[in-house]
C-alpha cells in the first residue's frame, strides 16, 4: 500500500523559506511511470497546484510561484523535497504531497495523496 | 492556462437523490484529461474519476463522469451520507499548468 507522508516546520517566518519534505512508502519513486507533485490549499479554499517532479529530475512549476519553487528527488531515501522561499502570509495552506500517474509527457492525474501538513507564515 | 468553472458552489440533495456537478473549461481539454476529486473535511482529496469517465481503483459505480471538449460533468446516481462532501475537477491536458476548478460542495439539505 502507497503511503505518502509530509513533514516539515509547521511555522515558517515571512521571508523565509518554507522545506517540507514527502515520504514516500511502498513504492519507488524512481519508476517512469509516475511523476511526483506539490499541491497546497489555503483554510477554506481550493486547490492550487505548485509544481511536479519526474524521476529524471525534470520539474514543472506553476508560473506564479516559480522564482520561488524548488522542487528535488532523494532517491537514496525515496523522498520528494520542496522549498518556497520568500514566503508571505499568503503561502499559508496546507500542503499536500502527491503520487501522479503519467499518462504522457507533463500529463497527469493525482492518484494518492498524503495526509497534508499545515504551514503557517508568521514572526 | 486552462480555466476550470465548476457550478454550482453548493448543492443541497437528501440521501438517495441525484446529483449533478459541471465543470467547463475556458479552452477544450485535450484528449479529454480530466479528472474529479473529492474532499471531505480535513481529509486529503482522493482521486474519483480520470480520463474524464473511468473510475479509479475502488471508487462506487454510483459515480460517474461524462463530457468532452469543454464540458463535463460528475453525476453521482444515489447520494449516500458519505458523499456529501466537496468536490474538484482537474484538467492535465494542456499542462503545465495543471489546473482545479474551484470545487463544489454537496451538502445535506
Known amino acids: 500500500q502507497l503511503q505518502l507522508q509530509e513533514s516539515g516546520p509547521g511555522l515558517v517566518k515571512p521571508s523565509e523559506t518554507l522545506s517540507l519534505t514527502c515520504t514516500v512508502s511502498?513504492?519507488?519513486?524512481?519508476?517512469?511511470?509516475?511523476?511526483w507533485g506539490w499541491i497546497r490549499q489555503p483554510p477554506g479554499k481550493g486547490l492550487e497546484w505548485i509544481g511536479t517532479?519526474?524521476?529524471?529530475?525534470?520539474?514543472y512549476h506553476n508560473s506564479s510561484l516559480e522564482s520561488r519553487v524548488s522542487i528535488s528527488l532523494d532517491t537514496s531515501k525515496n523522498q520528494v523535497s520542496l522549498n518556497l522561499s520568500s514566503v508571505t502570509a499568503a503561502d499559508r495552506a496546507v500542503y499536500y504531497c502527491?503520487?501522479?500517474?503519467?499518462?504522457?509527457?507533463?500529463?497527469?492525474?493525482?492518484?494518492?495523496w498524503g495526509q497534508g501538513t499545515l504551514v503557517t507564515v508568521s514572526s | 492556462e486552462i480555466v476550470l468553472t465548476q457550478s454550482p458552489g453548493t448543492l443541497s440533495l437528501s440521501p438517495g437523490e441525484r446529483a449533478t456537478l459541471s465543470c467547463r473549461a475556458s479552452?477544450?481539454?485535450?484528449?479529454?484529461?480530466l479528472a474529479w476529486y473529492q474532499q471531505k473535511p480535513g481529509q486529503a482529496p482522493r482521486l474519483l474519476i480520470y480520463?474524464?469517465?473511468s473510475r479509479a481503483t475502488g471508487i462506487a459505480d454510483r459515480f460517474s463522469g461524462s463530457g468532452s471538449g469543454t464540458d463535463f460533468t460528475l453525476t453521482i446516481s444515489r447520494l449516500e451520507p458519505e458523499d456529501f462532501a466537496v468536490y474538484y475537477c482537474?484538467?492535465?491536458?494542456?499542462?503545465?499548468?495543471?489546473?482545479f476548478g474551484g470545487g463544489t460542495k454537496v451538502e445535506i439539505k
Open positions: 502527491a503520487r501522479a500517474r503519467r499518462i504522457a509527457v507533463s500529463q497527469y492525474y493525482f492518484d494518492y
Open positions: 511502498g513504492g519507488s519513486i524512481s519508476s517512469s511511470n509516475y511523476y
Open positions: 517532479i519526474y524521476y529524471s529530475g525534470i520539474t
Open positions: 479552452q477544450s481539454v485535450s484528449s479529454s484529461y
Open positions: 480520463g474524464a469517465s
Open positions: 482537474q484538467q492535465y491536458g494542456s499542462s503545465p499548468p495543471l489546473t
